[in-house]
């Protein structure tokens, strides 16, 4: 069994052997469900020509089947389960692997897809496909329930009760409303990448795989079509072989998909979006609830959403002790991440001052330099890209002994600035001046207490280790 979660496996168009047979082609899913994103946030009046596309959308009753006992909204942000199935119903999916045709469809990609209130800001949360947590009872279309179990492999849930079942299991473990869910099967993938005009890659080094049919040279592309086809199903040219480094090239092409959608012209070309709509709603599965109506109040909260407001993260995973061919969640900042989503917010507008107060230094004057005395790996890098979005000047400090508070420190001549710096700062003391600090500076030192920045341009969601915007260079490192 592979060790990879969410991997890429490529499936000939024979029959596969026995041995591979449960294993298929796992991420397709991931391609259409970049364009349920570029659904949700696009052009509202385009949207309102071409809602007649949205008859080709199946839907399913998700609310039976979930009952009542579920999470309470905190906030008015939208979480949208977004689901790839690997179903071969149907001639132009079957030809992936014709022996599998009659078994159970598998969900081997699971994004939540969090929309912050205001629309400012998106979030795509991953979970590997061998993600080891608790599975509740499902109820089953036909009335009956499956069994609980206390631990099985989070893309089991799928096969054992469809899109529902992954609600309810999510939900258990994350303790967050999911308001709707899109599945998607990959019968429409190469109408769709034709639709966008091909979706920007970057190889890092030449690849001709007769497997895949996958014949690139090294340095950038834009693939549509077979070609594109290809790329998502090759599994043996391309990167290291890492899980992180899988995870990251799937990412990495959602959100290269998501940008090209939304900054080529298509949500404005009518031609264009109308091809596009239809590659996508054909292969479209949703809850009942979520009615074209529904679409059109989510776009009309989203007009300020671009594909740089569009980040990718993974849920935080390590080893399962058990059995290191899966994954757990890396406590306790798989708790804390799940709690920022749970707990996003508006951001709130900035207070005028009042008459007879000093001028506030606005964040493009304070130089900040970050310290990680929170025992986390990558915490300073990760606020230090959070402050740089507010409009800081930030530069890492590097790691510190650990310690609880996290707390602002200045220089000479910087008080106003750390004051600046002290307001986003939950939980802080006073600012202090620091002996033998840098004249103008202010130091931000992490400790073991730090959540987010408040009034964060992240959507109030910290910034997450490997996270990676749909505007990303695609051969960025």
């Given amino acids: 069994m592979n060790s990879n979660p969410m991997y890429m496996e490529y499936v000939d168009d024979a029959d596969p052997e026995p041995s591979?047979?449960?294993?298929?082609?796992?991420?397709?899913?991931?391609?259409?469900?970049?364009?349920?994103?570029?659904?949700v946030a696009g052009s509202l009046t385009a949207y309102g020509v071409y809602r007649k596309a949205m008859g080709n959308i199946s839907h399913e009753d998700a609310n039976a089947l979930l009952g009542?006992?579920?999470?309470?909204?905190?906030?008015?942000?939208?979480?949208?389960?977004?689901?790839?199935?690997?179903?071969?119903?149907?001639?132009?999916?079957?030809?992936?692997?014709?022996?599998?045709?009659?078994?159970?469809?598998?969900?081997?990609?699971m994004i939540l897809l969090h929309l912050s209130p205001g629309g400012g800001q998106a979030i795509g949360i991953s979970f590997p496909r061998d993600l080891m947590i608790p599975i509740p009872s499902c109820k089953l279309k036909n009335g009956r329930s499956t069994a609980a179990q206390s631990v099985g492999q989070i893309n089991s849930s799928f096969t054992l009760g469809g899109a529902s079942c992954v609600i309810k299991t999510i939900e258990g473990f994350t303790n967050i409303k999911i308001d709707h869910f899109m599945q998607v099967d990959f019968n429409g993938f190469k109408a769709i990448t034709e639709a966008v005009g091909g979706v920007p890659v970057c190889l890092p080094k030449s690849v001709n795989d007769?497997?895949?049919?996958?014949?690139?040279?090294?340095?950038?592309?834009?693939?549509?079509?077979?070609?594109?086809?290809?790329?998502?199903?090759?599994?043996?040219?391309?990167?290291?072989?890492?899980?992180?480094?899988?995870?990251?090239?799937?990412?990495?092409?959602?959100?290269?998909?998501?940008?090209?959608?939304?900054?080529?012209?298509?949500l404005s070309n009518p031609s264009k979006l109308l091809s596009l709509m239809n590659a996508t709603t054909k292969s479209l599965t949703t809850d009942d609830e979520l009615t074209p109506q529904v679409m059109m109040r989510i776009a009309q909260g989203?007009?300020?959403?671009?594909?740089?407001k569009l980040r990718f993260v993974t849920v935080p995973w390590g080893a399962y002790a058990p059995d290191p061919n899966r994954v757990a969640l890396r406590q306790p900042a798989a708790d804390q991440f799940f709690s920022s989503i749970r707990n996003d917010r508006a951001v709130p507008t900035e207070p005028k001052p009042t008459a007879g107060t000093a001028p506030k230094i606005p964040p493009s004057q304070v130089r900040v330099r970050v310290y990680n005395a929170s025992g986390i790996s990558g915490q300073a890098k990760r606020v230090a890209d959070d402050l740089e979005q507010q409009g800081f000047h930030v530069t890492v400090g590097g790691n510190m002994s650990t310690t609880q508070t996290s707390r602002v420190m200045y220089g000479a001549g910087a008080e106003q600035h750390a004051q600046t710096l002290n307001a986003l700062v939950p939980n802080a003391p006073q600012p202090a001046a620091r002996t033998g600090g840098t004249p103008g500076v202010v130091d931000l030192v992490l400790g073991s207490n730090w959540t987010s920045l408040k009034n964060s341009k992240s959507g109030g969601i910290p910034t997450q280790e490997g996270e990676i915007k749909a505007t990303d260079d695609i051969c960025k490192e």
């Fill in 302 to 308: 989203m007009q300020g959403m671009t594909s740089g």
């Fill in 68 to 109: 009542p006992n579920r999470p309470k909204k905190l906030n008015s942000a939208m979480n949208i389960l977004l689901l790839g199935s690997d179903t071969r119903a149907g001639a132009g999916n079957a030809k992936y692997g014709r022996s599998m045709t009659k078994e159970p469809p598998r969900s081997d990609t």
């Fill in 210 to 266: 007769p497997q895949s049919k996958l014949r690139l040279s090294k340095g950038r592309h834009v693939i549509k079509g077979e070609t594109a086809l290809a790329y998502v199903r090759n599994r043996k040219g391309l990167g290291n072989g890492s899980d992180t480094d899988r995870i990251k090239r799937q990412q990495k092409f959602m959100g290269a998909l998501a940008n090209q959608a939304m900054s080529a012209g298509v």
């Fill in 20 to 39: 591979a047979r449960r294993r298929g082609w796992r991420v397709l899913g991931w391609v259409s469900i970049g364009l349920s994103v570029v659904m």
